[in-house]
């Protein structure tokens, strides 16, 4: 059965850069044709897609984080990544990973969804 | 990219019907729409998925018959019949737009379902 569980500092000084890992079991990342997405909620908000990656590498990002956002992936840990840099209050959130589905005909959807890991911006 | 509407809130009793609601908007007619069930606490999980015609590919694991899902217009509902307990959860909507390096998913607000 496939699992994700994210890890990863829960307190962040602002303008530093928040690191997170997704550990994924049940389905090699590096071998399977899916995407392996972040997705972050603010507390009381909605939800907010902040990229992901493509079993061969390829990366997609949010273009309202585009430019702080990295997703990488680490096959042999069968891990992946997301690095945010300069961080405010603004990105306190619950930070979730989930696999990315993605079908020509039908679309993209996130299933399953790790249990998420809230990251807390304060200095 | 389309924005999608959902109300913040919805209640029902417990054994009765309820009709969530995500608009998309305009000029967005033709999209599908993914629901997602979080329960207090937990990570999301993939309800089904509704296009146009009804509900496209299956429903998530364990997402119960009670579960239905409907397009109309720029709606797109979901109904959960026999209310239980546990179907008190935040529902969000999501939708996929563009592809490559114009690829972004969206999210409602969510709709926050209280069972009476």
């Known amino acids: 059965q496939l699992q994700l569980q994210e890890s990863g500092p829960r307190l962040v000084k602002p303008s530093e850069t928040l690191s997170l890992t997704c550990s994924v079991s049940?389905?090699?990342?590096?071998?399977?044709?899916?995407?392996w997405g972040w997705i972050r909620q603010p507390p009381g908000k909605g939800l907010e897609w902040i990229g992901s990656?493509?079993?061969?590498?390829?990366?997609y990002y949010n273009p309202s984080l585009k430019n702080r956002v990295t997703v990488s992936g680490d096959t042999s840990k069968n891990q992946f990544s997301l690095r945010l840099s300069s961080v405010t209050a603004a990105d306190t959130a619950v930070y979730y990973c989930?696999?990315?589905?993605?079908?020509?005909?039908?679309?993209?959807?996130?299933?399953?969804w790790g249990q998420g890991t809230l990251v807390t911006v304060s200095s | 990219q389309p924005v999608l509407t959902q109300p913040p809130s919805a209640s029902a009793s417990l054994g009765a019907s309820v009709t969530l609601t995500c608009t998309l908007s305009?000029?967005?007619?033709?999209?599908?729409v993914d629901w997602y069930q979080q329960r207090p606490g937990k990570g999301p999980r993939l309800v089904m998925r509704?296009?146009?015609?009804?509900?496209?590919?299956s429903k998530g694991d364990g997402i119960p018959d009670r579960f239905s899902v409907l397009a109309s217009g720029l709606n797109r509902y979901l109904t959960i019949k026999n209310i239980q307990e546990e179907d008190e959860s935040d529902y969000h909507c999501?939708?996929?737009?563009?592809?490559?390096?114009?690829?972004?998913?969206?999210f409602g607000g969510g709709t926050k379902l209280t069972v009476l």
């Open positions: 509704v296009g146009t015609g009804g509900i496209v590919g």
């Open positions: 999501g939708a996929d737009h563009g592809s490559g390096s114009n690829f972004v998913y969206v």
């Open positions: 989930a696999r990315h589905l993605a079908v020509t005909a039908t679309g993209d959807w996130f299933d399953p």
């Open positions: 990656i493509y079993y061969n590498g390829n990366t």
């Open positions: 305009s000029g967005y007619s033709n999209y599908k």
């Open positions: 049940g389905v090699s990342i590096g071998s399977s044709s899916y995407y």
